[in-house]
């Protein structure tokens, strides 16, 4: 997890519900022998600046890249995303995953509130607890929609890299740490 600044305790205690150990993630060093990432939310323009204080972008680029499943939750995504429409000045994001994101894209009225998803190829039911959240405006070639919000879409799929717009973390959601979790499995195995 990274874990310079966000909701990283939430995610942390999901992640070891489901049986993985998670570590957090400050410098460098600290990305080796990790089997996924997950990026959490937060404010999007200062884990950014983190990032690059830290020395961590290009590492943190470069894992993704190299196909380390990862997961980018609000904040995380909008850091994931090729484009921001509305960049807070000079922030710049990992630039690895091919969507433009709009950031706190509900407005102020539907800024935060919980409801229930059809989530993934089988559409099946996901509590998501929006805050502030992206949305997706744009997808290139080779991105899944996973699901909409308001006919807006708040979660993709590209390779191992997952990018949704809300927080399964606070509504005790497991489906999509799951998800995380088996593409981890999956590589292990590819690996062995
Ligand atoms: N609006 C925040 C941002 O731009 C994201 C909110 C969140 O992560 N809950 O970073």
Same mark, same amino acid.
Not at 46 to 69: Q, S
Not at 168 to 183: C, S, Y
């Given at each position: 997890m990274l874990a310079l600044q966000g909701g990283v305790a939430e995610h942390a205690a999901m992640l070891r519900g489901l049986g993985a150990e998670p570590v957090l993630v400050?410098?460098?060093?600290? #990305?080796?022998?990790?089997?996924a990432l997950v990026l959490p939310g937060g404010e999007s323009s200062t884990m950014d600046r983190l990032l690059r204080l830290f020395g961590l972008r290009e590492p943190l680029r470069a894992a993704v890249l190299g196909g380390l499943p990862t997961l980018g939750t609000c904040a995380g995504l909008i850091l994931l995303?090729?484009?921001?429409?509305d960049p807070a000045p000079g922030q710049r994001g #990992?630039?690895? #995953?091919d969507v433009t994101v709009a950031r706190n894209a509900f407005g102020p009225q539907a800024a935060s509130e919980e409801t229930v998803l059809a989530w993934g190829e089988e559409r099946a039911p996901v509590r998501a607890a929006f805050i502030r959240a992206p949305v997706v405006t744009r997808t290139g070639p080779g991105v899944a929609v996973l699901a909409r919000h308001r006919g807006q879409v708040v979660a993709v799929a590209s390779g191992s890299v997952l990018g949704i717009s809300f927080h399964p973390e606070l509504t005790g959601e497991t489906a999509v740490h799951e998800r995380l979790l088996a593409l981890a499995a999956g590589r292990r195995a590819a690996a062995a």
């Amino acid at each position: 997890m990274l874990a310079l600044q966000g909701g990283v305790a939430e995610h942390a205690a999901m992640l070891r519900g489901l049986g993985a150990e998670p570590v957090l993630v400050r410098t460098p060093e600290h #990305l080796a022998g990790l089997d996924a990432l997950v990026l959490p939310g937060g404010e999007s323009s200062t884990m950014d600046r983190l990032l690059r204080l830290f020395g961590l972008r290009e590492p943190l680029r470069a894992a993704v890249l190299g196909g380390l499943p990862t997961l980018g939750t609000c904040a995380g995504l909008i850091l994931l995303a090729a484009a921001i429409e509305d960049p807070a000045p000079g922030q710049r994001g #990992l630039e690895v #995953l091919d969507v433009t994101v709009a950031r706190n894209a509900f407005g102020p009225q539907a800024a935060s509130e919980e409801t229930v998803l059809a989530w993934g190829e089988e559409r099946a039911p996901v509590r998501a607890a929006f805050i502030r959240a992206p949305v997706v405006t744009r997808t290139g070639p080779g991105v899944a929609v996973l699901a909409r919000h308001r006919g807006q879409v708040v979660a993709v799929a590209s390779g191992s890299v997952l990018g949704i717009s809300f927080h399964p973390e606070l509504t005790g959601e497991t489906a999509v740490h799951e998800r995380l979790l088996a593409l981890a499995a999956g590589r292990r195995a590819a690996a062995a």
